[in-house]
């Protein structure tokens, strides 16, 4: 059916509200006409009485529907309109004896403020109790908000509202109840994180800590073809490697000079791996001097004697062979030797632990200048030598 009203008599228009049912939902229209006399006054009622609008008619208004119940009403309420929006209750869990969450949806040109009013009674405004939106009030998206301090076993009616300097707008109402006292489902919360996947602790080994210790003592060994003294002195340090040197002499005849860098390192190790299986052994030396010609190769085996710290080029004891390790001259500041044969065959009682012996193993006449001397840390450095054991 139809009615018709004056919204206005300054501009002397009519409003027409039609009601028509579109898949069992009642819905309704609205249409206005500025009057041209009695004419368009019977026309008005003859829509009515035929239950649909008249030709001269322009249908202006909008339906709304809302997620509970098969029909909507619309209340334009005293100087407010309506923009087709909704005020939904969100799903009975979100509802307590003391709260309750309201989602709105609704919108309005130049809205300053959007939010939800409520109250006890039907028909609630913005003079009972609202709950203003966070977002911006220009905003047209969805909005919920939560209602606190409520009384339990109560029935309250919502609307979602915008206003602008103009105007306040409301959606559809909806009520709802909030549940006996004590009866509190509680806000939604975040589902609970996972609890820590437990690992188990990690085997107790069974074997020694690795072993970590700098040299006892480190000297440098000499020996020159032009100066024999060199050949009896000995030093602290770590140098490895030759320095060659073709000139000719006052005569004319050509000459070389040379001086044989070696140098001996010795751990007191023997009580930390006596009878002990070693997985891993490394001798880790630093740097400080680089070989300026590298076109050679250094070696590093065990002494198969004691030695002091009177070590020379003369009086040095032979070494083992065997289980000897080749590096060239280093390039990094840090070099590390590979030794687990040697410290193995320590451990085991296969050889006694005399030390390393660290030499150049091109140790030949080149016939022509050469300078293949590395400089390492020693033991009075921050950086000194260090022998690295592993354990199994």
Not at 27 to 37: D, E, N, S
Not at 85 to 108: N, W
Not at 164 to 191: C, H, I, M, W
Request: hydrophobic share 30%.
């Amino acid at each position: 059916m139809g009615v018709w009203t004056e919204t206005n008599p300054s501009d002397i228009r009519l409003l027409y509200q039609y009601f028509y049912r579109e898949n069992n939902v009642l819905r309704k229209g609205m249409a206005t006409k500025k009057k041209k006399g009695w004419g368009l006054l019977l026309s008005i009622w003859v829509a009515a009485l035929s239950g649909c609008p008249n030709d001269d008619f322009k249908n202006t208004g909008s339906t709304s529907t809302t997620d509970i119940g098969s029909t909507s009403t619309t209340n334009t309420g005293n100087n407010t309109g309506n923009t087709g929006s909704t005020s939904t209750i969100v799903p009975d869990e979100h509802i307590g004896s003391t709260f309750a969450i309201v989602r709105g949806d609704i919108s309005l040109p130049n809205s300053t403020e959007r939010g939800v009013c409520y109250s006890t009674a039907p028909t609630p405004t913005t003079e009972d109790s609202k709950v203003v939106d966070s977002g911006d009030g220009t905003d047209t998206s969805p909005f919920t908000v939560t209602l606190n301090g409520l009384t339990p076993s109560t029935t309250y009616y919502v609307r979602s509202y915008a206003m602008n300097a103009e105007r306040t707008v409301y959606g559809d109402e909806q009520s709802f109840k909030t549940l006996a006292e004590n009866n509190e489902p509680g806000p939604p919360v975040s589902p609970p994180s996972p609890p820590p996947v437990q690992l188990p602790p990690p085997p107790i080994s069974s074997f020694p800590p690795p072993l970590s210790i700098k040299p006892t003592r480190n000297n440098v060994m000499k020996y020159s073809n032009m100066d024999s003294n060199l050949n009896n002195q000995s030093s602290a340090g770590v140098i490895v490697g030759n320095f060659w040197v073709m000139h000719n002499d006052p005569f004319g005849t050509r000459i070389q000079n040379f001086i044989l860098y070696s140098s001996a390192l010795f751990f007191d190790v023997h009580s930390q791996i006596a009878g002990k299986n070693i997985r891993k052994a490394e001798l880790w030396l630093h740097v400080r001097s680089f070989a300026l010609q590298k076109n050679t190769q250094y070696g590093i085996a065990a002494f198969a004697g004691p030695w002091g710290s009177n070590i020379t080029a003369n009086n040095m004891p032979q070494y083992y062979t065997a289980s000897q390790t080749t590096f060239v001259p280093p390039t990094a500041l840090l070099t590390v030797l590979d030794v687990t044969d040697i410290v193995r065959n320590w451990a085991n009682g296969t050889w006694v632990n005399n030390g390393f012996y660290l030499f150049d193993r091109n140790a030949v006449f080149p016939y022509n200048s050469d300078t293949r001397v590395t400089f390492f840390h020693d033991t009075s450095s921050e950086l000194p030598p260090s022998l690295h054991i592993e354990f199994q």
